[in-house]
């Protein structure tokens, strides 16, 4: 009688602990790469040249580097809130992986919708001393 509870309670014990036995899910980096943007202003620079000149094209590039800046800005202010949750999805997609970190990431203007933007993300994993790049890009 006592070898079935002390089966039973060692079960019980391992089902409740199982979960803190199996290795953890590895970190990805806080660290955020610089932003890009490349949208209206970009494009529109070398149009201002006819009116504003080799300014003009400045002008232009200036912008969409500001809106990269504001686009860096609020990924920094809410990145601690998903980067626990990226690493948890990364580590399905790498079960072997020892780490993760952001290496590139590209915003660009869609062309047909002013407010869209796509998405170029490249994510350096590190698994058995060994370093790949995984790139996801999310068009419009």
């Given amino acids: ?12 014990i391992l089902l409740m602990t199982g979960c803190s036995w199996s290795r953890a899910t590895p970190p990805l980096s806080p660290e955020i ?7 209206k202003g970009t494009n529109s ?3 201002l040249v006819g009116s504003l000149g080799a300014a003009g094209l400045a002008v232009g590039i200036a912008i969409d580097i500001g809106i990269a800046k504001d686009f860096h800005k609020q990924i920094e202010i ?25 290496s590139q990431l590209e915003f660009t203007a869609a062309k047909n919708d ?27």
Avoid: Q, W
Avoid at 33 to 39: A, D
Avoid at 79 to 102: D, H, Q, R, T, V
Avoid at 120 to 134: A, D, P, Q, R, T
């Fill in 33 to 39: 790469p610089e932003v890009s943007y490349t949208g």
């Fill in 78 to 102: 809410h990145k601690a809130k998903y980067i626990k949750n990226i690493a948890f999805l990364l580590k399905g997609y790498f079960p072997n992986a020892e780490g993760f970190s952001l």
């Fill in 114 to 140: 002013a407010d869209s933007v796509n998405t170029n993300l490249v994510i350096k994993v590190e698994e058995n001393s060994s370093i790949y790049f995984v790139s996801i890009e999310r068009p419009c």
């Fill in 1 to 12: 009688m006592s070898i079935r509870i002390l089966l039973l309670l060692s079960i019980v």
């Fill in 45 to 47: 620079g070398p149009m």
